[in-house]
């Protein structure tokens, strides 16, 4: 009787065993190293090339529906973007948040290394500008969607853990109009370095 009893439940549980192999539900985060190319409109109306590398944060959930050395892996992140700027020598800021939802296409080699490559588009959270102390709100003159390609490698670590090495390129012009700020061009562009835990899956 007891026997049977065992004999049910694995009968029960192999399906899901197999269906959790198959897929994977984790968190994953890191920093942001953003350089966006940015322009803005100097007191003489000339432009210039202002921008420079600031680090920001980056925290989600992902899934990754897996089939054989292929797999896909959607995911949603809060990022932290930004850039810092010298305008006319005033130091400064533009700082961005999004809500990124990447969906990735992965291929596996060796069972613990992959390349990954896939679609991200970023929704506007916020965005403004702290320069000399003066503080600017910039939603209404940044578009709201940010499309961009991600591409990076990863690695499975022991203890349900894994790191990946990303570049994402936007290919959006964020800038919906200039106004006093003298904003005149913002592409986002970042390198992220990310460290993962599957507590589904693996």
Same mark, same amino acid.
């Given at each position: 009787?007891?026997?049977?009893? =065992? ?5 029960? !549980? ?7 192999? @198959?897929?994977?539900?984790? !968190?994953?985060? /890191? ?22 590398? @600031? ?11 897996? #089939? ?5 892996? *959607? $995911? ?25 939802? *990447?969906?990735? #296409?992965? !291929?596996?080699?060796? @069972? ?5 490559? /896939? ?7 916020? &965005? ?19 499309? &961009?390609? !991600? ?16 570049? =994402?390129?936007?290919?959006? $012009? ?23 835990? #599957?507590?589904?899956?693996?």
């Amino acid at each position: 009787m007891k026997m049977s009893k =065992v004999m049910l439940i694995l009968f029960c !549980l192999g399906p899901v065993m197999i269906y959790a192999q @198959r897929y994977e539900l984790g !968190l994953r985060g /890191g920093a942001n190293f953003d350089y966006s190319s940015i322009q803005i409109a100097t007191s003489g109306g000339s432009f210039s090339e202002v921008s420079d590398t @600031r680090t920001g944060f980056l925290f989600g959930a992902y899934t990754e529906i897996k #089939a054989g050395l292929i797999s896909i892996q *959607p $995911e949603v992140y809060y990022s932290v973007q930004g850039t810092d700027v010298t305008l006319d020598g005033v130091k400064g800021a533009i700082k961005t948040n999004y809500l990124q939802v *990447p969906i990735l #296409a992965k !291929l596996n080699f060796l @069972r613990f290394f992959n390349v990954h490559l /896939g679609p991200q588009y970023g929704i506007l959270l916020s &965005s403004n500008s702290d320069i000399g102390g003066v503080v600017s709100d910039l939603k209404s003159q940044t578009k709201s969607g940010d499309f &961009s390609v !991600l591409a990076g490698i990863g690695i499975k670590l022991p203890a349900r853990l894994h790191a990946n090495l990303r570049y =994402v390129k936007g290919y959006t $012009e964020m800038v919906d109009g200039v106004r006093d700020t003298g904003l005149q061009s913002l592409k986002n562009a970042m390198l992220q370095v990310t460290v993962g835990y #599957a507590f589904v899956g693996r």
